[in-house]
């Protein structure tokens, strides 16, 4: 699941010379995936262990489920926000919560940003 080597290539010569000015990407570091199921599959994959769960803000993306339990054996946790909400900085308690309530660890927090289901942009804070 590396995709094609040429591609991989042409795409660390290109992070090299725009973004990454300085550093050297080596192709063999990448993975070209397609879709946001195998990008997510693969990720938790690799930061995750069976058992463990994911913090992702409520209602969230259904696939989220199947992209984690099933093929990673990791809990997705809901936190559930107030859309209505200005500030979500409250929402850290919440996550807590659901964290505490979820019963097993918490390998990351999941931001399904900018296409979130409240439509709310992150501030940097």
Known sequence: ??????????LAEFLTST??????????????????????????HCISEPGQGVLIPAPYYPAFDNDLQIRNQVSAIPVHLDPKQQDYSSSLDAAAAAAAAAGHPVAA???THPDNPTGRLYSRK
């Open 19 to 44: 973004w990454m000015k300085g550093i050297d990407i080596n192709p063999d570091h990448l993975s070209v995936l397609s879709g946001a199921g195998s990008v997510i599959d693969m990720l938790y």
């Open 109 to 111: 927090v999941m931001f």
């Open 1 to 10: 699941m590396r995709g094609i080597s040429e591609l991989r290539k042409a």
